[in-house]
């Protein structure tokens, strides 16, 4: 084991039982309260999953948002499904939509519902890589490529307003049924299961990041053309890596869902997209606990902000936003990172002698012969 690695499993380990036990008493065990940190927690998701491809490959995927939304419409479209009790939703109704569309047909199913929130983002993510990452694209190229998709891809969902509900979304949703359980979105229950689902998501991401597939990545991001001289084929680890963190965006989407009730085109927005990004890069882009906390810590300070200023809380969150920029740059990770290794450093010195003063300061017994 490395002490990196040590050091991560530590902070898990911490994390996870502030997250457990020491949220739900901090609120009293409020099912307000904890439906509002549970979204914290299922955006937590999606700022970990951009860390694993921008921390751990240097791939800033800008369109983060776009997979997010998809997860987010399939449990939306499954629910809706429910809600209508086996007939036509009611805004197909409204938009003279004569019969359901074949796309609606599968979400019958909780199960296809499950596997398309996570399959279909990263199907979709894997194609965009493939185009980009065969023809070597990179830097800041990829950015604006996944941009683009995301505004195009927005303006498609909105355009189909019989199929996705156009600009009001997907509304009036049922509760999710799961093995039997109907769940209250506002009970401790559902708080653990979407608190659960952060722990396993950053297990997962520990995994990689700390296997010899994320040594290999963090090499793609430092020299892509080394790399591939020792006879590694980087395009298919930069897709690999794209199409799991599209998969994990599609998962935190439909938790996302899953608490707010509904679904929204404005979850595919450029803003949110660059939310994600500042979310990742607060916390540090360098791991995926750093990067989920980076969005807690942000959506919390912006929920509390919003209630104590009504007028300038916005204005409020981009200055601390920039001086994070300015003076952290690797965010709360290598804050915590650079006080660690001068704390140890500091200590270290004080243990041994620092200056010539200090060993001469000892006498030398010298032995004479007779």
């Not at 996570?118 to 894997?126: E, N, R």
């Not at 916390?283 to 995926?288: A, K, L, P, Q």
Request: with cysteine; glycine share 12%.
């Amino acid at each position: 084991m490395t002490v990196r690695l040590f050091y991560d499993l530590i902070a898990l380990v911490i994390f996870a039982l502030v997250i457990v036990f020491g949220v739900p008493a901090l609120m009293g065990f409020d099912g307000f309260e904890l439906n509002t940190f549970a979204r914290y927690l299922a955006l937590g998701i999606v700022s970990l999953a951009l860390a694993l491809s921008w921390g751990g490959a240097g791939l800033l995927n800008l369109g983060q948002a776009a997979t997010f939304g998809m997860g987010s419409y399939a449990m939306a479209m499954h629910l809706k499904l429910k809600a209508s009790g086996g007939t036509l939703p009611d805004f197909m109704g409204w938009n003279n939509v004569p019969e359901l569309p074949l796309i609606w047909v599968p979400f019958h199913s909780l199960g296809v519902t499950l596997l398309a929130g996570l399959l279909v983002p990263a199907f979709v993510g894997g194609l965009i890589a493939t185009f980009m990452f065969r023809a070597r694209i990179a830097g800041v190229f990829v950015a604006i490529i996944s941009l683009a998709f995301l505004v195009a891809f927005q303006l498609v969902v909105i355009e189909q307003q019989g199929i996705t509900g156009g600009q009001n979304g997907l509304t009036g949703l049922a509760p999710l049924t799961l093995f039997g359980w109907s769940v209250d979105t506002y009970s401790v229950g559902f708080y653990y299961l979407v608190a659960g689902c952060l722990m396993l998501a950053i297990t997962l991401g520990l995994y990689l990041t700390h296997s010899k597939f994320g040594l290999i990545l963090r090499a793609i991001r430092e020299d892509a053309d080394r790399t591939r001289f020792f006879g590694y084929d980087v395009a298919s680890y930069q897709t690999v890596i794209f199409c799991i963190s599209a998969a994990l965006a599609g998962w935190s989407g439909m938790l996302y869902t899953l608490v707010l009730q509904f679904a929204s085109p404005t979850y595919m927005s450029v803003s949110f997209s660059l939310a994600i990004v500042i979310w990742c890069a607060v916390g540090g882009r360098d791991s995926v606990i750093a990067a989920a906390i980076g969005a807690i810590l942000v959506n919390l300070l912006e929920g509390r902000l919003s209630d104590v200023f009504a007028e300038g809380w916005s204005l409020m969150l981009g200055v601390i936003f920039v001086l994070v920029v300015m003076f952290i740059p690797r965010g709360l990770h290598g804050l915590i990172g650079d006080l660690w290794h001068v704390l140890s450093n500091g200590s270290r010195k004080e243990g041994h002698p620092s200056n010539k003063s200090d060993m001469q300061s000892k006498p030398v017994e010298t032995r004479q012969e007779n």
